[in-house]
Structures are given as structure tokens and as C-alpha cells.
């Protein structure tokens, strides 16, 4: 069921999305600075291209993951929970999208704060 499921997703926006990821990581990685919220938009994209058969574990993040999940957060991780917030609410409307739902969760879980967050 994975396999099937992940080709479904990639077909119908999991790739598309997984390469705005990809690219989003390479403009952050040109700073210093951005290189840990680049790490994070790899992380993404790796979740974002085949969501099934994956699980978001938490490592603990420490003091400086903590502070990193407080930016990433105030600037942008809310905006794309809520997006797959929406996402996984519409999906839920039918039984068929009832697994691509539980993914999007998981995607916004993972997107409201990443750091400290492993996915295996």
C-alpha cells in the first residue's frame, strides 16, 4: 500500500512540492545563518516526495533547537501547517482521502517545527 500510495502522491503534487522544498533549502544554505533552516527544507522535502511508510520520531531538540523551532515558527511554519492543516481537512472529506490526509498531517507536524524531529 505504501508504494502504491507514494506513487499517487508524487503524481499528484508530492514531487512539485518536494522540489520547491529542494529549492527553498539551496536559497537559505547561501547564508550561514540559514544553513540549519536549509537542513530543515531538506528534511521537508524528504517527507514531502514519499510520505508513506515514514514516521516523524522526536529526538529532543536542545536549547539551540528549541530556538530554532521559535524562528522557524514566528516566520514561517505556521503558514504551511495550516496549509496542510487545510490540505489534510479536505482530503478527509472522502474515504479515499482518508490516507492522503493522514499524511498531510504528519507534513504539518512536521512543518509547524522541525527541529529535533527525525523522520524514519
Known sequence: MKTIGNIIWIIFGGLFGAIGWCISGLILCITIVGIPFGKQCFKMANLQLAPFGKTVRDNGSGTL???????????????????????????AITIIGIPFAKQSFKLARLSLMPFGKDIV
Open 65 to 91: 533547537g528549541c530556538f530554532g523551532n521559535i524562528i522557524w515558527l514566528v516566520l514561517f511554519g505556521w503558514e504551511l501547517a495550516l496549509a496542510n492543516l487545510i490540505a489534510g481537512i479536505i482530503f
